[in-house]
């Protein structure tokens, strides 16, 4: 599927704040970019197909079929470039495959995703696309929709119930992908050893799981020794956790960051500091951080990245598969890419694609 990032099609996701999607929550908030509550989002797109876009189906005659579909989106929060993205693409499948659509957002509460789903419900939806808050406290709402025989496709985060099929990422892979990367780096740039923190996270699902598959991957890399370990989350706690790593350990070399806003925390704390000598890599791009890898400022070598636009374009053709009757894969998970700061036309291409989104 093509990413058309045309203003149109993202207009509703630019609603607030800054958010960043990722992985199950076993609390009522998900990982977060940054918390701020956002508005619904909603859109029709039962007609003006896109002609010559990939996932658009065969023409005229599949989309007129699926007029009569309307498909309901609950997100966590419609704030932040990586949701904006995800919205983007859901809108696009919608638009492309002809059929009726809205998003409403939680604002990352658990008793509002419970409304949302319970006004989906009311309103008799064909089908409905979620990415639950929480693995065990969504599990009445989901199944409140599964009763009503409305099918469900679960984006992003995990729930402890079934589903016609998940959407999204492995997260173990999604951190054991930037840890065999600074592997690599590490023994061949640093020959005489080199100490590494890491920002991670214990509280959700989706944390602890993309640190166990990076810790895995550097486990047996040639001189790297881990020699801080702190969680951070959103922007402020990465920037004062990584002022507090490199005044405890000024010896530290390189810093991993598990999600973007810790991420961005780092970075933020590194200018800061004028400190452009220690390497960090992580975790999701956004336009502000590809912007910070083109920068001399800051030595942002490597991210690791869903695409959250090819995610939201799936859950939605998936749904509307489902309300057709139609079988889908259980599970389907999107590949993942990593920008290096070497890579300097990737990084100039990322922007341009992107940067409609952060207006």
């Given at each position: 599927?093509?990413?058309?990032?045309?203003s149109?099609?993202?207009?509703?996701?630019?609603?607030?704040g800054?958010?960043?999607?990722?992985?199950?929550?076993?609390?009522?908030t998900?990982?977060?970019?940054?918390?701020?509550s956002?508005?619904?989002?909603?859109?029709?797109?039962?007609?003006?197909?896109?002609?010559?876009?990939?996932?658009?189906?065969?023409?005229g005659?599949e989309?007129?079929?699926?007029?009569?579909?309307?498909?309901?989106?609950?997100?966590?929060?419609?704030?932040?470039?990586?949701?904006?993205?995800?919205i983007?693409?859901?809108?696009?499948?919608?638009?492309?495959?002809?059929?009726?659509?809205?998003?409403?957002?939680?604002?990352?509460?658990?008793?509002?995703?419970?409304?949302?789903?319970?006004?989906?419900?009311?309103?008799?939806?064909?089908?409905?696309?979620i990415?639950?808050?929480s693995?065990?406290?969504?599990?009445?709402?989901?199944?409140?929709?599964?009763?009503?025989?409305?099918?469900?496709?679960?984006?992003?985060?995990?729930?402890?119930?079934?589903?016609?099929?998940?959407?999204?990422?492995?997260?173990?892979?999604?951190?054991?992908?930037?840890?065999?990367?600074?592997?690599?780096?590490?023994?061949?740039?640093?020959?005489?050893?080199?100490?590494?923190?890491?920002?991670?996270?214990?509280?959700?699902?989706?944390?602890?799981?993309?640190?166990?598959?990076?810790?895995?991957?550097?486990?047996?890399?040639?001189?790297?020794?881990?020699v801080?370990?702190?969680?951070?989350?959103?922007?402020?706690?990465?920037?004062?956790?990584?002022?507090?790593?490199?005044?405890?350990?000024?010896?530290v070399?390189?810093?991993w960051?598990?999600?973007?806003?810790?991420?961005?925390?780092?970075?933020?704390?590194?200018?800061?500091?004028?400190?452009?000598?220690?390497?960090?890599?992580?975790?999701?791009?956004?336009?502000?951080?590809?912007?910070?890898?083109?920068?001399?400022?800051?030595?942002?070598?490597?991210?690791?990245?869903?695409?959250?636009?090819?995610?939201?374009?799936?859950?939605?053709?998936?749904?509307?598969?489902?309300?057709?009757?139609?079988?889908?894969?259980?599970?389907?998970?999107?590949?993942l890419?990593?920008?290096t700061?070497?890579?300097?036309?990737?990084?100039?291409?990322?922007?341009?694609?992107?940067?409609?989104l952060?207006?």
């Amino acid at each position: 599927m093509k990413k058309k990032f045309l203003s149109g099609l993202i207009c509703a996701a630019m609603v607030a704040g800054m958010l960043a999607g990722c992985g199950a929550s076993e609390k009522s908030t998900t990982e977060a970019a940054a918390t701020g509550s956002s508005q619904a989002a909603s859109t029709e797109a039962a007609g003006d197909t896109a002609a010559g876009t990939e996932g658009a189906g065969e023409a005229g005659g599949e989309t007129a079929a699926n007029g009569d579909l309307t498909i309901g989106s609950v997100i966590m929060n419609t704030s932040g470039e990586w949701f904006a993205e995800v919205i983007a693409g859901q809108e696009a499948a919608a638009k492309d495959l002809g059929v009726k659509f809205s998003i409403v957002s939680s604002d990352n509460e658990v008793s509002k995703e419970s409304d949302n789903v319970a006004t989906y419900v009311a309103q008799q939806v064909d089908a409905l696309v979620i990415s639950p808050l929480s693995v065990d406290a969504s599990v009445a709402a989901v199944e409140s929709a599964k009763d009503a025989s409305i099918p469900i496709v679960n984006w992003n985060t995990t729930v402890n119930t079934d589903t016609e099929g998940f959407v999204g990422v492995s997260n173990y892979d999604l951190g054991g992908k930037t840890g065999e990367y600074v592997k690599e780096y590490v023994e061949k740039n640093f020959p005489d050893g080199c100490k590494m923190a890491i920002i991670g996270n214990s509280s959700y699902e989706v944390g602890v799981e993309r640190c166990k598959g990076f810790k895995d991957a550097i486990k047996d890399a040639a001189g790297l020794e881990v020699v801080a370990e702190q969680d951070a989350e959103l922007q402020e706690e990465g920037l004062d956790i990584t002022e507090q790593i490199l005044t405890a350990n000024p010896d530290v070399q390189l810093i991993w960051a598990w999600n973007q806003t810790s991420l961005l925390g780092c970075v933020a704390a590194l200018q800061n500091a004028g400190n452009a000598e220690v390497v960090v890599m992580g975790t999701d791009m956004s336009v502000d951080l590809a912007k910070d890898m083109q920068s001399e400022a800051v030595k942002l070598q490597a991210i690791t990245t869903q695409m959250p636009y090819d995610i939201g374009y799936k859950a939605v053709e998936n749904a509307v598969k489902a309300a057709k009757g139609e079988t889908i894969d259980k599970e389907t998970l999107v590949p993942l890419k990593t920008y290096t700061k070497d890579n300097a036309d990737e990084i100039q291409t990322y922007i341009d694609e992107h940067k409609d989104l952060v207006k």
